[in-house]
């Protein structure tokens, strides 16, 4: 979880133009507006209305539109679900029966994915579009190990990365009793969005060049909107819920004098806590980490970029400060968490290789093809076992997200390297970042849901350029 490929990223337009590639991205950096409102107290995104008419049955509307708002100071006109950048949380609880309704105010097509959530592909499905002035009703039942942060943002094929780099994420937070545990109640919870932008003439500036199909940086690394905030803690142990919602960005993270002890990744709770130094969260990844502030102070929550004036070189980039209460008492960490199910590994019917490739900035592919939604690419048997391998060729890093079902990273293969690095911790994931050159052997169990949907780069410039690919799940 150490690493960050910025440097291989700045490398990526071709290694006798990689300065002046980070030229161009150090004048792009500058392109953007700066914020005018640093430090503000931390905000974060307002719950999303539900009705709950009956026991176990929870009703509520999403609405995208385009709209004016504020972000980092600045007047901006951006897209936005249910008129706030980020989106309202949906909170819910597991085993929960869910209509959710989408509608669509904006003048383009667009629809809704529930990234994270194990529901039929007829519901979540990636390749409906839904009309400007149109609805679509997702119906679904919140499965047994459905706890933890999800997140919800558009996938019309070709206009994620505008769409999305445009403000439209929301984050989804779906509790069971696990979430009773005495030490996790104790905690203080919070949610972090981290979503970067461009604001140029009163916009986000969602176009992009040439280069930003490398995958699009914006000047700001906002947290839930806002420039630097100050977390200003109640109580002494924290509980974060952590959501990369960038288009490309990736945050390793890292907490001044704190150690951060990860309790959750994508998809819900580990066995116990992990203490890291530093937690990489790649685009569409999310975490939960605990933090106990031992002493009194301000500690920044930072970004290690690479400084693209001196390849190489770190650079702390500040995204957060939290605020220690002024005379901490933190209390326990939880010391068990989930039951992470291991899985048989005797039941593997098939094993796969998939490559990511292609020429960027142009077009990206996955075994040497672009995405075709006619053609299905892998075609599975409902509750089988599979072990997928999967290889980043190029030089850029290449988040895998597999919709429906979720997985378990099994070993990881550093570049230049033939040895598997069997994975330290286990732990169920959707998303997993492939740094340049490296493979991940991942196993998944594919359970329960028949149907088709979609497996591809979770950098949406990569994904809306072909890096992605059908899957078909059949009884
Ligand atoms: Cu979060 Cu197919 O995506
Ligand atoms: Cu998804
Ligand atoms: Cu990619």
């Known amino acids: 979880m150490k690493r960050l490929d910025r440097r291989k990223f700045l490398m990526l337009a071709g290694l006798s133009a990689s300065a002046i590639a980070g030229g161009v991205l150090l004048t ?21 209305k539900v009705r709950r008419s009956e026991p176990g049955l929870v009703e509520a509307e999403i609405i995208a539109s385009r709209l004016t708002t504020r972000l980092a100071g600045l007047t901006v006109q951006a897209l936005a679900y249910n008129e706030t950048v980020p989106g309202r949380t949906l909170r819910l609880q597991e085993g929960e029966q869910v209509r959710l309704t989408f509608t669509n105010h904006l003048d383009v097509p667009t629809n809704l994915h529930t990234h994270g959530l194990h529901i039929s592909p007829e519901v979540d499905n990636p390749f409906v579009l839904v009309m400007p002035g149109k609805s679509r009703l997702h119906e679904f039942t919140l499965p047994k190990g459905s706890a933890g942060t999800r997140w919800y943002h558009p996938h019309p094929h070709g206009k994620v990365a505008t769409q999305q780099f445009a403000g439209l994420s929301g984050a989804i937070v779906i509790e069971n009793p696990l979430d009773k545990i005495p030490e ?30 490398f995958g699009k940086y914006g000047n700001l690394p906002l947290v839930n909107g806002a420039y630097q905030p100050r977390l200003i803690a109640q ?37 116990k806590p992990i203490v890291l130094e530093q937690l990489l969260l790649a ?15 301000s500690f920044s929550l930072l970004n290690i970029a690479e400084n693209p004036q001196s390849l190489g070189l770190e650079m702390l980039e500040p995204l957060l400060t939290i605020v220690a209460p002024v005379n ?60 997928w391998e999967i290889e980043n060729t190029t030089s850029l890093i290449h988040p895998f997200h597999l919709h429906t079902y979720p997985f378990q990273i099994l070993a990881r293969q550093k570049a230049q390297s033939n040895v598997w690095q069997p994975e330290p911790f286990r732990a169920w994931r959707d998303n997993i970042n492939l740094p340049a050159k490296e493979k991940v052997r991942i196993a998944i169990p594919f359970r329960d849901i028949t149907g088709r949907t979609v497996f591809h780069c979770h950098i949406s410039e990569h994904e809306d350029r072909g890096m992605m690919a059908v899957l078909e799940v059949t009884s």
Do not use: C
């Not at 203080?188 to 140029?200: A, G, M, N, P, V």
């Not at 001044?256 to 998809?267: G, K």
């Open 235 to 271: 109580k002494a142990t924290l509980r974060l819920r952590l959501l990369n919602a960038s288009n490309a960005r990736p945050y390793l993270l890292k907490l001044e004098d704190h150690p951060l002890n990860l309790i959750a990744t994508d998809d819900g709770f580990i066995e």
């Open 28 to 48: 792009r950096r500058q392109e953007g507006e700066l914020a005018t409102e640093i430090g503000l107290p931390l905000r974060e995104p307002p719950l999303l």
């Open 328 to 387: 901490p008492q933190p209390t326990p960490l939880p010391t068990r968490l989930a039951t992470v199910e291991e899985i048989d590994l005797s039941q593997v019917v098939q094993t796969r290789q998939f490559k990511f490739g292609g020429t960027a900035p142009f077009s990206y592919t996955i075994n040497g093809r672009t995405f075709n939604m006619e053609r299905v690419d892998a075609r599975v048997q409902v509750n089988t076992l599979e072990i």
């Open 184 to 213: 996790l109640q104790a905690a203080e919870e919070h949610l972090l969005i981290f979503k970067d932008f461009t604001i140029s003439n009163g916009r986000v500036e969602a176009d992009h060049s040439l280069l930003d199909w």
């Open 283 to 297: 685009p569409g990844e999310r975490a939960e980490v605990m933090v106990q502030l031992e002493q009194p102070g």
